[in-house]
C-alpha cells in the first residue's frame, strides 16, 4: 500500500512544484572531486544525500576509468528523476495525469529532500534481479531472508551489475548450463572457474534512466501487482517509452499509450482500494502487463 498523501499535497502548485524539480536536479553534482581523479573510488555523494557505493563497473563493465561508472549513475539517477517527476507533475509529453500522480510526487520530492541517506549499492552476481529496491519498513517482511537486500538501508537501491551486462550468474549447478544454457564443458568451465560467460539475451536494460526511476518509485510503498493498479509498471511503461524487454517501436508506443491512458483515468484513481480492484478487471487494465509480456523479444 502507498504512503498516504501528507497535507502539503493538496496545496503544492505548479510553479512550487517545478521549483521545487529544479533545485533537486540542480543539486546533483556529476563531476567527481578532482582528489579522486585516476584513483579507485569506493563510494561518492551526489545530489540530495544520494550515496554511491561499489558502482566502479556500473553499469556493463566497459568503464574506461575508476570513477565513470558513480558519475553514470549518477546522471542515470538525475536524468530518471527528471522524466519520472516532471511527468507525474502533468508536465511531462504524455500531458496532466489524474492528480493523484502528483501527489505521489510530492511526496517522492519530500523523501529525496529529506535529510534522510539514500543508497545506491552496486554488487556482481548477488541477485538474480537487475535491481532491488529497499521498500519501507512496514513493507520489509518479503526480503528478511535476503541478506543483499537486508543489509542495504531504507532508502535504499541494489543493482546487480552482471544482470544489467548479461552475464550469466554462477549460482546454477552444472547441468543447468548444459541443459539448459546449452553450454559445452569447456564454456562451464570456463564460466565457473574464469571469465563468466556474456549472453546478449540476458542483457536487456539499455534505458537505464527508467530502471533506476522504476526502483526509486518502489520507495513510496507500491508493490508489483496485477490485482489492482501497479504505479511502478504504469510509469515506466508511459513515462519511458513501453519496455526495453520489447524491441518494435510500434507496439512500445502502443503499450506507452495505454499506460497513460490508464493513469488518466478519474474513475479508477479517485476510487478507493476496493473499487480499483474491480475497475482493474472491468476495464481490462489487468491485461496490459500479460499483453506486453506476449510481445517479450
Known amino acids: 500500500m502507498a504512503i498516504k498523501p501528507c497535507a502539503y499535497a493538496a496545496v503544492a502548485d505548479h510553479s512550487t512544484l517545478s521549483k521545487r524539480i529544479d533545485t533537486l536536479l540542480a543539486s546533483f553534482t556529476i563531476q567527481p572531486a578532482s582528489a579522486l581523479q585516476g584513483k ?8 540530495p544525500g544520494i550515496r554511491i557505493e561499489n558502482c566502479k563497473n556500473y553499469p556493463y563493465h566497459k568503464q574506461r576509468s575508476p570513477i565513470e561508472g558513480y558519475m ?7 536524468e530518471g528523476l527528471r522524466i519520472g517527476l516532471q511527468a507525474m507533475t502533468g ?6 495525469l489524474h492528480p493523484y500522480h502528483r501527489k505521489q510526487a510530492i511526496l ?7 535529510s534522510q541517506q539514500k543508497i545506491f549499492r552496486c554488487v556482481e552476481d548477488k541477485t538474480f534481479a537487475y535491481a532491488v529496491a529497499k521498500p519501507p519498513p ?3 517482511a518479503q526480503y528478511q531472508n535476503d541478506k543483499v537486500i537486508r543489509d542495504i538501508p531504507f532508502p535504499g537501491v541494489v543493482i546487480d551489475t552482471y544482470r544489467l551486462s548479461g552475464f550469466l550468474t554462477r549460482k546454477h549447478e552444472p547441468s543447468t548450463y548444459r541443459d539448459f544454457f546449452k553450454l559445452d564443458d569447456h564454456q562451464i568451465a570456463e564460466h565457473l572457474a574464469g571469465n563468466p560467460q556474456r549472453m546478449e539475451r540476458l542483457h536487456r536494460y539499455n534505458n537505464l534512466k527508467a530502471l533506476v526511476f522504476h526502483e526509486i518509485v518502489h520507495w513510496l510503498g507500491h508493490a508489483h501487482t496485477n490485482m489492482r493498479p501497479d504505479v511502478v509498471d504504469l510509469y515506466e511503461t508511459c513515462f519511458f517509452g513501453g519496455s526495453d524487454f520489447i524491441s518494435d517501436a510500434g507496439s512500445n508506443m ?5 499506460a497513460c491512458s490508464i493513469l488518466k483515468d478519474s ?6 482500494e476496493k473499487q480499483q480492484a474491480r475497475l482493474w478487471r472491468k476495464q481490462g487494465y ?8 506476449k510481445m517479450y523479444d
Open 40 to 47: 579507485p573510488a569506493h563510494s561518492m555523494v551526489t545530489g
Open 72 to 78: 553514470t549513475l549518477a546522471n542515470d539517477i538525475r
Open 91 to 96: 508536465n511531462g509529453p504524455m500531458g496532466k
Open 108 to 114: 517522492l520530492l519530500d523523501l529525496l529532500e529529506s
Open 138 to 140: 512496514e513493507l520489509f
Open 254 to 258: 502502443e503499450f506507452q499509450q495505454r
Open 267 to 272: 474513475k479508477l484513481w479517485d476510487a478507493n
Open 286 to 293: 489487468d491485461q496490459l502487463k500479460q499483453d506486453m509480456r
